[in-house]
Antibody
C-alpha cells in the first residue's frame, strides 16, 4: 500500500525555521518525483516544490528562496526546510507523489502536517 | 502566478450531471495536456480523480470524466451521488516547470 506520513509541523514564531519530513512506503521511492503542496486554513491548494527522481528541483516563485526541498532515497524520505517563516505560510503541508513525469499531477497524498506561524 | 479560474460553487440533484470548468492560458491549460482534477472532502487530503486531461486512475468511478477545449478544461460528474459533495480543484503544468492550481469549486448535492 502506498503511504506517505508527514511530520515536523507545529507552532513557530515569524522569522523562525521548521523542517518537515515525509516518510514514504509501499513503492520504489527513488523512481518517483516527489512534491510538497500546501493549503492555508479555509483556502485552496498551492504547489510549493518538487524534487524529481533525476535530482532536479522546481520551486514556486512566490517562496523567493525561503524553502528548500531535499530527499534521502536511502531513507525513503522527503524533506522541506522552511526559513524566514511568515504568518502567511500558515497551512497544512502535504507530501504528494507525482504521476509519472514532471508536474503532471499527484496521485498519492499524505494526511498533511499543520504549520502555524504566529507570535 | 495567478491561480486557474474555477467557479466558486456548483450544485446538482442526485442522478444529474454537472460540469466544473477550469480556465487558464496558453502557457498552462491550453499549452499542455497535463491537467489534473482532485476531490477533497472536509478535513481530508485531496484525491486524484483525473490526470492528463481525461485519464482516470485505477479505482476512480467512470462517472468522472475530463476534457479540454482551448484554454479551458472541464470535469464532468454524471449520475451525481451524495458522496460526490466535496471541493474540487484543477491543476495544470505551466511553462516553465511550475504547477498551478485552480481556486477550487464547492460541489453541493441538493
Amino acid at each position: 500500500e502506498v503511504q506517505m506520513v508527514e511530520s515536523g509541523g507545529g507552532l513557530v514564531e515569524p522569522g523562525g525555521s521548521l523542517r518537515l519530513s515525509c516518510a514514504a512506503s509501499g513503492f520504489p521511492f527513488s523512481t518517483y518525483n516527489m512534491n510538497w503542496v500546501r493549503q492555508a486554513p479555509g483556502k485552496g491548494l498551492e504547489w510549493v516544490s518538487s524534487f524529481t527522481n533525476d535530482n532536479y528541483i522546481y520551486n514556486a516563485d512566490s517562496l523567493k528562496g525561503r524553502f528548500t526541498i531535499s530527499r534521502d532515497n536511502s531513507k525513503n524520505s522527503l524533506y522541506l526546510q522552511m526559513n524566514s517563516l511568515r504568518v502567511e505560510d500558515t497551512a497544512v503541508y502535504y507530501c504528494a507523489r507525482s504521476v509519472a513525469g514532471t508536474l503532471r499531477g499527484f496521485d498519492y497524498w499524505g494526511q498533511g502536517t499543520l504549520v502555524t506561524v504566529s507570535s | 502566478q495567478s491561480a486557474l479560474t474555477q467557479p466558486a460553487s456548483v450544485s446538482g440533484s442526485p442522478g444529474q450531471s454537472i460540469t466544473i470548468s477550469c480556465t487558464g492560458t496558453s502557457s498552462d491549460v491550453g499549452g499542455y495536456n497535463y491537467v489534473s482534477w482532485y476531490q477533497q472532502h472536509p478535513g481530508k487530503a485531496p484525491k486524484l480523480m483525473i490526470y492528463d486531461v481525461s485519464n482516470r486512475p485505477s479505482g476512480v468511478s467512470n462517472r468522472f470524466s475530463g476534457s479540454k477545449s482551448g484554454n479551458t478544461a472541464s470535469l464532468t460528474i454524471s449520475g451525481l451521488q451524495a458522496e460526490d459533495e466535496a471541493d474540487y480543484y484543477c491543476s495544470s503544468y505551466r511553462s516553465i516547470n511550475t504547477l498551478l492550481f485552480g481556486g477550487g469549486t464547492k460541489l453541493t448535492v441538493l
